[in-house]
């Protein structure tokens, strides 16, 4: 299952970063070029290569939420080991994932406030 949701979010980001032109978006920016941009954005590509990044951090969020779907799965398959601290690593599980899922959508929101202003600075 985890393959299967990081297949589909690596087809979803290669579908989206696909121009009109067919060209294909530069490699997700780097932190230090974002901290860079952050800092002087003034362009509508500025604004871009930042939304951006945030669009691949939120991808990279919610495969990692899956990871914890999957291994909160897998405490839940094993509780003999697991007995006495399974409530525990279960909702250590069920922590990450919402923590996870939450920062994506903030990601999210990031990268389109970012485009939002890559359209009205030009």
């Excluded at 121009?19 to 362009?43: D, F, R, Y």
């Amino acid at each position: 299952m985890k393959q299967l949701i990081t297949f589909i979010f690596a087809a979803t980001l290669a579908v989206a970063t696909v121009g009109q032109a067919g060209a294909v978006e530069p490699k997700e920016p780097s932190k230090a070029e974002i901290k860079k941009l952050i800092q002087t954005a003034n362009t509508p590509a500025a604004h871009m290569r930042i939304a951006s990044y945030f669009h691949h951090e939120a991808v990279r969020l919610e495969a990692e939420a899956a990871d914890h779907v999957d291994m909160g799965t897998a405490y839940e398959k094993n509780k003999m080991q697991y007995l006495a601290k399974s409530p525990t690593m279960g909702d250590h599980c069920r922590t990450w994932e919402k923590l996870n899922r939450e920062a994506a959508k903030e990601a999210n929101e990031m990268a389109a406030m970012h485009e939002a202003m890559a359209k009205g600075s030009k």
